[in-house]
């Protein structure tokens, strides 16, 4: 399920200096609503974070980020790494977080990768995005890497707070600003479109070749043959208007296909 920030934004999210972070200024925690008082139902415990995993190169962000995670989720083990480098032999020790707090913008990674090299090392752990300044396409591509939501550094220490427990939730977190943001192109509702045509069992198909899962491992986990998964696969590309799984799985991911996971 993928939900929107609602109400806790600072103006249009300009990039916020990590100085004037407001989140790293101790002091203004005291006017922090007490949780289960004047939160929503995210927020009344029943959400557990035992130990989460902050990358970023600012120490006041990380000590913003470290304050709002220690009042908002009792007993969480905290770590931080400066740099993507850092963070990658803390997992090589460690790997059992229960979340990725990942700035976009780290010295040592050239845009996504560093959310692309965490989910192919790591892939069950949920990574999410965080970022002073970022656009609709730059959120659009970090879902479609994997992200396990966006999160605005920008947000009210509120907002931030209900971020992580929609995120722990099991839900995907995105800007209030992308709701605002222009509709689906008309090439994205050409991909809809064509989606929608197939049936149950190609959009299950779809779902495996999305996960990067080849036919033989398809044909196994459904219980068919690999001439039926074969056959599915070449209905799935004529329905979309490509030629490879490549190209399937990335129009897939363009518009951000999710289904039910096959069992």
Sequence with gaps: MIVMGRGNHAGHFPATPAATMRLATPPGLADHPVRGQEMNPYMDGDTIMERVLIIDDHPLVRDGLRSVIAISFDNCEILEAASLEEAMGVLEKQDNFDLILLDLNIPDVRRLDGLRLLRARFPILPVV?????????????????????????????????????????????????????????????????????????????????????LNKQIAHDLGVSMTTIKAHVSAILQKLGVFSRTQAVIKANQVHFRADEPN
Excluded at 131 to 147: C, I, K, M, P, Y
Excluded at 192 to 207: F, W
């Design 129 to 213: 995005m965080v970022s002073g300044a970022f656009d609709r396409t730059v959120v659009q591509e970090a879902l479609a890497a994997g992200a396990a939501g966006f999160i605005p550094k920008s947000l009210k220490r509120s907002g931030i707070v209900e971020a992580l427990h929609r995120i722990v939730a099991g839900e995907i977190y995105l800007p209030e600003s992308m709701g605002d943001a222009t509709g689906p192109s008309p090439e994205e509702d050409d991909i809809v479109r064509r989606i929608d045509s197939l049936t149950p069992q190609q959009r299950t198909v779809l779902v495996h070749l999305v996960r990067g899962r």
